[in-house]
């Protein structure tokens, strides 16, 4: 079945170093890809997506590719900021809404 | 302001005690579901909702009951609490059949059983 496989946490970073967030998917035809981001004491947002094979998705200096060939969606950002600090989930969806969560990444950013 | 609401925010129940979250969206989308949240397990479907009148069972639906009378409201019913069903709960709504609008998500309900 469809699922989601995310890199474990939780990832200290100090401010302005690279982040990457490791996702890799199992799925049967073409489905979307997101991320979303939880603040603490927070619900889920939509942080980024993408819809077909080699769309990149960005958001507030946030990028992710969507790679077909390698099943992928990795999160980057170049720059990290103490406002980052969160936990990041990678889903995947196909038509009919059933969506599918990683576990989760905690990311905190120290200044 | 659009968007999904949830109440309470915090609850305390004790065991076998009964109760209803709500969850109410003013976005007309069709499709709903309901979430729960534990540490190390990321987010599990308990129910979904595709339109009103028609509900289906996720991942844990054991404990829980739903039922959508409107489009709008989505409550999610714990008939007999238990210490297992100490969670965060989420809903979220999105438009159906696409797969790529993603979901709107409330801001939670965080339970206690003790």
């Known amino acids: 079945g469809d699922s989601v496989t995310q890199m474990e946490g939780p990832v200290t970073l100090s401010e302005e170093a690279f982040l990457t967030i490791n996702c890799t998917y199992t799925?049967?035809?073409?489905?979307?890809l997101f991320w979303y981001v939880q603040y603490p004491g927070e619900g889920l947002q939509l942080l980024l997506k993408a819809t077909k094979a080699d769309d990149k998705g960005s958001n507030k200096g946030f990028e992710a590719t969507y790679r077909k060939e390698t099943t992928s969606f990795h999160l980057e950002k170049g720059s990290v900021q103490v406002s980052d600090s969160a936990v990041y989930f990678c889903a995947l969806s196909r038509a009919g809404n059933q969506f599918y969560f990683g576990t989760g990444t905690s990311l905190t950013v120290i200044p | 302001n659009a968007g999904v609401t949830q109440t309470p925010k915090f609850q305390v129940l004790k065991t076998g005690q009964s109760m209803t979250l709500q969850c109410a969206q003013d976005m007309n989308h069709e499709y709903m579901s309901w979430y729960r949240q534990d540490p190390g397990m990321g987010l599990r479907l308990i129910h979904y909702?595709?339109?009103?009148?028609?509900?289906d069972q996720g991942e844990v639906p054991n404990g829980y009951n739903v039922s959508r009378s409107t489009t709008e409201d989505f409550p999610l019913r714990l008939l007999s609490a238990a210490p297992s069903q100490t969670s965060v709960y989420f809903c979220?709504?999105?438009?159906?059949?696409?797969?790529?609008?993603?979901?709107?998500f409330g801001s939670g309900t965080r339970l206690t059983v003790v």
């Open positions: 979220a709504s999105s438009v159906p059949g696409t797969g790529g609008y993603g979901y709107t």
């Open positions: 909702s595709v339109g009103a009148g028609i509900t």
């Open positions: 799925a049967t035809g073409y489905p979307s």
